[in-house]
């Protein structure tokens, strides 16, 4: 059975152009694909009406940022092998993304607080692929605040 | 049609907005069903499912098949290196 693991990322300044608040990349030696299956999208900074913009796309080559903590939703359940961990929320330099591949686009509120859950069977898929993933990038028109992102994934 | 997702948003007011999402069969993307939205989307016969309307996803592989070749391809990559002794 497959063990689930759940991470959270940022994005301390949002921006008018789409930058990565969370990237999950398969390791070098994924045996296993990774399913997507629960993410959060928030935004802390005090309360306005501004309007952010949330899309989830497929990425091949990792990007530069900081390190997130990845913890297994089971306790017990052995360490995720979900790679690229040092290098993954809050990101300065974009990870390289696939074309077209946009797998979720929705545009939130500041004030709303977003959550999104997969049907079984229905998970956003990541190949057991070298460092392929899936990254969240937000933007804003007029937010300069922080954005947050919880993910959770099964492999 | 059965869903293939579920969302729910909380404004600070304490209302929900819920809703729910179709998969693409090609590509796997979800997206949430707004009726009269005038976005196209498209219904594929061969796999029996939705599509996202993408151009790329008028012509039918079905996201698994497409999963399959982008393994493959990385098995392939993969035993090119160690034949040709490229891993240190």
Not at chain 2, 61 to 81: D, G, H, I
């Amino acid at each position: 059975m497959a063990d689930r693991y759940g991470t959270i990322g940022n994005m301390a300044t949002v921006g008018t152009g789409y930058k990565t608040a969370l990237a999950i990349q398969q390791a070098a030696t994924a045996r296993t694909r990774l399913k997507l299956y629960d993410f959060i999208l928030s935004a802390s900074a005090a309360p306005a009406d501004n309007v952010l913009n949330w899309r989830i796309r497929r990425l091949t080559v990792a990007g530069t940022g900081t390190a997130i903590n990845i913890e297994p939703v089971e306790g017990a359940a052995s360490a995720a092998s979900t790679a690229a961990t040092a290098n993954s929320k809050n990101m300065t330099a974009e990870p390289t993304y696939t074309a077209n591949s946009e797998l979720f686009q929705n545009s939130i509120n500041q004030r709303a607080t977003f959550r999104w859950v997969a049907a079984p069977g229905a998970e956003l898929t990541v190949p057991a692929t070298n460092s392929v993933g899936i990254g969240f990038e937000v933007k804003s028109p007029a937010y300069t605040g922080e954005a947050e992102v919880s993910a959770y994934w099964m492999e | 049609m059965r869903p293939a997702g579920y969302f729910v948003s909380t404004d600070p007011d304490g209302r929900i907005t819920e809703g729910e999402t179709l998969q693409c069969v090609h590509c796997n993307a979800h997206w949430i069903v707004r009726p009269g939205s005038g976005i196209k989307r498209g219904w594929c016969l061969r796999c029996m499912g939705p599509h996202c309307g993408q151009a790329a996803c008028w012509s039918c592989e079905p996201f698994e098949k497409k999963l399959e070749r982008w393994e493959m391809r990385e098995r392939l990559v993969q035993a090119a290196r160690k034949t040709l002794c490229l891993d240190s």
